[in-house]
């Protein structure tokens, strides 16, 4: 071979990693883009969920379709990362994505059970990262429980709040079932998934908060007659100190380190 055929064989070898490098840095800022757009879909879901109302169903109804168009956002950057993660480049590039789509399926989630009291199964979440041309790229299952798992702490400040509000209480109950219920199921599957057995770590945690303040209430009340008044500003007091300590573990949580910031190196 002569020299200037092996010349441009390293060449062509250093075109490659650079567009490859240059494909990394755009799927980090594009799954960063959808992950701020997914929180803020979360909050939103919060926000209107929460807001006083003679028709709850009407509510939660509202609320899942302005998540769902917030999240649609998010779709939009999915289906320009499309052309970046065909073939065999999803599962090249899988750490770069990994931590938007996560954070997408868990505010999907989150929009879902508001609107059906029900978790999302994994085709439903495929079908929603898709469009008229087809899947955006593959759902990864581990992607799926993962995003679902995260669902349970969102769920945990949905419970807390609703202990608060006047006749939110047997929702809170709801909720509380419900994530009991994720916990046991997704127990089998922390052998095979990663991080898995983390996340079920703060689901426990998050269940354990929904019960402790559900039990508190429950207690008080039984204990003594008190007026509906006296009995939700003792709520207001239980409900107050269980967001000073989800304001602190979301605060250790994110001076951590963990997460999304390591998936997509």
């Known amino acids: 071979m002569t020299r200037e055929a092996v010349l441009d064989v390293f060449e062509q070898f250093r075109e490659d990693i650079d ?48 998540g769902r168009a ?54 439903q979440v495929q079908d929603a990262l898709s469009d ?16 679902l798992s995260d669902l349970t702490g969102e769920l945990m400040r949905f419970a807390i709040s609703n202990i608060a509000r006047r006749g939110g209480r047997p929702k809170a109950s709801q909720v509380c079932a419900f994530v009991r219920g994720c916990k046991s199921d997704f127990e089998r599957f ?35 007659d008190l007026p509906q008044e006296m009995l939700d500003d003792l709520v207001a007091q239980v409900t107050a100190r269980f967001s000073l300590d989800n304001n602190r573990d979301a605060h250790t949580h994110h001076d951590g380190g963990g997460g999304y910031g390591e998936r997509e190196r």
């Open 190 to 224: 922390t052998p095979h998934v990663r991080d898995l057995s983390k996340k079920q770590y703060v689901t426990a945690n998050s269940l354990e908060k929904i019960e402790v303040a559900a039990y508190a209430i429950s207690v008080r009340s039984s204990e003594y």
């Open 70 to 123: 917030k999240l649609a956002e998010a779709n939009a950057l999915f289906a320009l990362m499309r052309p970046e993660l065909v073939g065999d480049r999803y599962w090249r590039y899988h750490r770069q994505v990994t931590g938007g789509v996560q954070e997408y399926i868990e505010a999907l989630s989150f929009a879902h059970y508001v609107e059906h009291d029900a978790l999302i199964s994994y085709q």
């Open 19 to 66: 567009q490859g490098n240059d494909r990394r840095e755009r799927l980090i800022k594009a799954s960063r883009d959808v992950t701020n757009i997914s929180k803020k879909a979360i909050f939103l879901l919060h926000r209107i969920v929460l807001e006083d109302s003679a028709d709850d169903r009407a509510l939660a109804l509202r609320a899942a379709a302005s």
């Open 132 to 147: 008229a041309d087809g899947p955006f790229f593959p759902l990864n299952p581990s992607d799926y429980l993962l995003g």
